[in-house]
């Protein structure tokens, strides 16, 4: 916005004395008022998603005029944030939203220059729009975005206040006339947008977009004395978002450094197109200090691997004469990248480099040289990731057809994006072709067989050069058929609808040459026609014979079949009558429920809802007369007798109580049924959710659960007298109630043993995979079985994969993270459906304590009671990260994801200890430290 002394300027000028000064004047003012009602600069492209009751405003702190996204866009709603939210809104765009409940893929098309350089930026806003607390409630709230046909970055709002903001940038080539911004439903959330900004650069900025390499924004921070939280436009003239280093740079051993005003121009403007206002501030240390250094963290929503660009932006702002020399490191590598930097004054200097990260986090190192008078200094620093371009766009020619069509006929389908790209989101109807070699694909088969098309048939069908079977059959299409040459075409099925008049001899001639299959029967057009393409009487007397046929034989087999339940009926009625008999007569002396089959029956809608099976039987679900829920494990049509080991069972289990150990409710002692009765647990085992799709556990949940399962084991083995070995530790057996707190199951397995016996003689129960090797050799069970079983569980928790698996061959899961973890790194076993959402130092200590746990000798396994500790050691930090995330922050312009995304560390060192401090910013939305490390 024009600042008062601006117009005061111009003001004196009307006072020069003549008329055409008064009239130059005047138009200045005119600009003047005109930017300060919000014209945008041209190509910039504003837009407010979900604005309905209005069509453009100005925007207060910016400027820029914001239009509704009602021509960019062809699906979703239009919503508010909720009215609690409102009051606390940095600015309108804020406030609304439109949101995708429907589809997969949902596509804003924004229109460009091909070939032309562009930053596209979208923010996300929840507000709790929907009612549904969906960032705070817990689970994975998560959705993609892609730019064009490829992956751009994933949008993480899991434990997220629903009033902050998340930004996203990407920088890209636009590679035609328009350019397609993609919300992806990954099924874990509904997919919205808040706003979606398009900001045209010079060809000369960025070197390193092309059209075969976008980045996505990482983070851009400014340093210095800042007092704005995020400077952009108008400081920036391409409405860059820049973070300042607000909380440490006012704080030993930080010393700020701002220039005179002489970085105005500088002769490498066009490379990055940094403002004087960034680059004319920097900060440095106490001269007594020697280094800085800078971590980069990958984000936890990000892949394991990463291309990453750093770029450092240095201008000397005043040395007073003396040398201000350093060395620029990658820590990982021991030669420096650039060697004896000495920033030149006011003019602007800046080093960028790919690199590619592997792991959690890398660091680079500003050292000063022996012969430096002065410490390091740093004015920018910006970071942008790689974006993969893997797909290509449908061919153009394909692309401005489907266009066509899909105006003409204004076809409701998802039809969003690309045709043909990527392949999992292609538009329902088309069939592609995906050629090798860096070519795009083509269309080659449209079905859009009743699909309501009504009108002429267009010749945007005829005209794709690759298409070979065009079907709109059941359509009420009219007129003529085009007369075009198709040469592609193998198959045209026009049958039944209202199109008219003659063929075209065209097409007639690839019919008579056996090249074309053409049906047209039930059209208008073929009412003076006997060829075979409008059908003939032969194929209409062969489907009579066919019906008259097949009508009695279906008719007999119906009425067999409802005899046949008539009888079973009464089969199966006269047996139920019969478990009535074989009621026991003496109950078992304990202080739990004993359920009659009849109640059982009753309870479970004679057991009509199965929820699984497992080394007891089958589990059914129930309801008491109070309404609670309850899992029924069956073992029927066996005696008690035949099951020795089930009232002994019953006897132990009634006497177990652990909140990490499913409750038996209770039981039935049926002569000819056996059963169980547990508490229900409605989120079913770890293994579903581990196998599960995107609405997946996240790494706090995983470390939550496995302590939950080592607690109920603990319980077992070493607050129960006598000892209870489970026997059958298995991720199936971990049971999750509503809140994902992990119960133990199945002890229908399990045994006692007294205090003075070590182990256990006996049959072995477990499961292929997570059995004890050291059984095969000494047949004895003991509770260090239950501890290796439990072993595979961890690693189920943080691969995912199952305990026996095929890749290519068969192979046990421990083996296969043994040879992952020795060909590459710890982080390439992990869970992908984690999407890098771990902490590192934790993920470690994890696996380390699986591996103790699969030792071969029992004797080296830990305890149950160790792995307790070992587990609780990695939870506080997470709670803490969780806390940290949450706490109320003033809301400025945008709160970037970084806690998910960017984690920045600067350290300075000096030849004295200097006590360790960390503060946390506030307003980039994540934990970003600067600690103090000794050393020289």
Wanted: aromatic content about 10%; charged content about 20%; glycine content about 6%.
């Amino acid at each position: 916005m024009l600042k008062q002394k601006d117009l005061m300027v111009i003001s004196y000028s009307c006072s020069a004395g003549t008329k055409l000064a008064w009239i130059l004047s005047l138009l200045l003012i005119l600009v003047a008022a005109t930017q300060v009602h919000g014209v945008s600069p041209p190509g910039f492209l504003n837009i407010d998603c979900g604005l309905t009751n209005r069509s453009t405003y100005n925007d207060t702190d910016t400027t820029l005029t914001y239009v509704s996204d009602r021509e960019f866009v062809e699906s979703g709603k239009s919503y508010d944030i909720m009215a609690q939210y409102m009051a606390g809104a940095a600015n309108e765009q804020e406030k609304t939203l439109r949101s995708f409940p429907d589809g997969q893929r949902n596509c804003y098309t924004l229109p460009t220059n091909s070939t032309k350089k562009y930053l596209i930026r979208a923010t996300f806003t929840y507000g709790n729009y929907d009612g549904l607390n969906s960032s705070e409630k817990g689970s994975l709230f998560l959705f993609g975005l892609h730019i064009g046909v490829n992956f751009w970055t994933t949008v993480n709002l899991t434990k997220w206040d629903p009033s902050n903001t998340v930004w996203k940038e990407v920088i890209t080539v636009a590679p035609d006339k328009s350019v397609s911004v993609c919300l992806i439903n990954m099924g874990s959330g509904t997919p919205f947008i808040s706003t979606l900004d398009l900001r045209p650069l010079q060809d000369t900025m960025y070197p390193f977009v092309n059209a075969s390499t976008s980045v996505s924004y990482f983070s851009r921070i400014r340093f210095g004395s800042v007092d704005e939280y995020i400077t952009r436009f108008p400081t920036d003239q391409y409405d860059r978002f820049w973070e300042g280093w607000v909380f440490t740079m006012h704080t030993f051993p930080w010393v700020n450094k701002s220039s005179n005003g002489k970085v105005a121009e500088l002769p490498n403007i066009d490379t990055f197109g940094l403002p004087p206002a960034i680059l004319g501030s920097a900060s440095t240390i106490n001269g007594n200090y020697s280094w800085l250094n800078i971590s980069v963290s990958a984000s936890n929503s990000l892949a394991t691997d990463l291309e990453l660009l750093p770029v450092f932006h240095f201008v000397e702002l005043g040395n007073n004469g003396s040398k201000r020399i350093f060395d620029i490191y990658n820590v990982d590598e021991p030669q420096a990248l650039f060697s004896n930097f000495s920033p030149p004054s006011f003019l602007s200097s800046m080093f960028h480099n790919w690199f590619l990260r592997k792991g959690r986090r890398a660091y680079f190192q500003l050292r000063k040289t022996p012969d430096s008078q002065l410490p390091p200094l740093i004015n920018a620093y910006e970071v942008y990731s790689r974006v993969q371009v893997e797909n290509f766009t449908t061919a153009s020619s394909d692309v401005d057809s489907m266009k066509t069509i899909k105006e003409k006929y204004m076809v409701i389908k998802n039809w969003n994006g690309d045709p043909c790209s990527p392949r999992e989101y292609v538009w329902n109807g088309l069939t592609c072709t995906y050629p090798n070699g860096g070519q795009n694909p083509r269309i080659i088969e449209i079905n859009l067989s009743g699909s309501g098309l009504q009108g002429e048939l267009e010749i945007s069908f005829m005209k794709m050069s690759s298409l070979k079977k065009l079907d709109l059959s059941h359509n009420n299409l009219t007129g003529t058929i085009p007369d075009y040459q198709v040469n592609s075409l193998t198959v045209i099925d026009l049958s039944n609808n209202q199109l008219n008049g003659s063929i075209p001899d065209s097409i007639l001639q690839r019919y008579k040459a056996g090249l074309l299959e053409l049906r047209l029967e039930g059209n208008p057009i073929c009412t003076k026609v006997r060829a075979s393409y409008c059908g003939n009487k032969k194929n209409t007397r062969t489907r009579i014979l066919l019906i008259s046929v097949l009508v009695p034989v279906t008719s007999l087999l119906v009425v067999l079949f409802i005899f046949w339940r008539l009888c079973w009926k009464g089969k199966s009625r006269k047996s139920e009558d019969d478990y009535d008999m074989y009621e026991e007569e003496t109950p078992l002396h304990i202080d739990i429920r004993r359920f009659t089959y009849a109640e059982l029956k009753l309870i479970t809608n004679n057991f009509q809802s199965i929820i699984g099976k497992g080394g007891f039987g089958t589990v059914y679900h129930g309801i008491l007369e109070n309404n609670d829920e309850v899992a029924v494990k069956v073992l029927v049509e066996t005696s008690i007798a035949e099951s020795k080991d089930f009232l002994p069972e019953v006897q132990t289990l009634s006497k177990v109580h652990h909140k990490n150990l499913v409750a038996l409710v209770g039981y039935c002692q049926n002569k000819k049924c056996l059963a169980l009765v547990y508490d229900f647990m409605p989120r079913g085992n770890l293994q579903q959710l581990l196998r599960g799709g995107y609405d997946s556990l996240n790494w706090e949940e995983r470390l939550h659960i496995a302590l939950d399962a080592a607690q109920g084991l603990e319980y077992l083995h070493e607050s129960c007298t006598p000892s209870i070995v489970h026997r059958d530790v298995k991720t199936p057996n971990i049971l999750l109630d509503k809140n994902l707190v992990a119960k133990i199951s199945d002890f229908g397995l399990s045994r006692a043993f007294n205090a003075a016996h070590t182990h256990i003689s006996t049959v072995a129960a477990g499961t292929l995979g997570y059995l004890d090797p050291e059984y095969h050799a000494t047949f004895q069970l003991t509770v260090k079985t239950d501890v290796y079983s439990f072993g595979i569980v961890l690693l189920e928790i943080v691969t995912g994969q199952p305990p026996v698996f095929m890749d290519p061959q068969t192979v046990h899961l421990p083996n296969w993270v043994r040879q992952k973890i020795a060909n590459g790194s710890v982080h390439d076993v992990v869970d992908k459906k984690l999407l890098d959402q771990y902490d590192a130092t934790h993920l470690q200590t994890v696996i380390d304590l699986a591996m103790n746990c699969l030792e071969n000798a029992s004797i080296d396994r830990p305890s149950m009671t160790e792995v307790v500790s070992v587990l609780k050691v990695c939870l506080p930090i997470s709670s803490e990260r969780q806390s940290a995330t949450s706490t109320p922050r003033k809301k400025n312009v945008m709160d970037a994801e970084i806690p998910r995304q960017f984690q920045l560390m600067i350290s300075g060192a000096s030849t004295t200890s200097y006590e360790g401090s960390s503060f946390q910013s506030g307003y980039t939305g994540g934990v970003s430290e600067i600690s103090h490390i000794s050393g020289r």
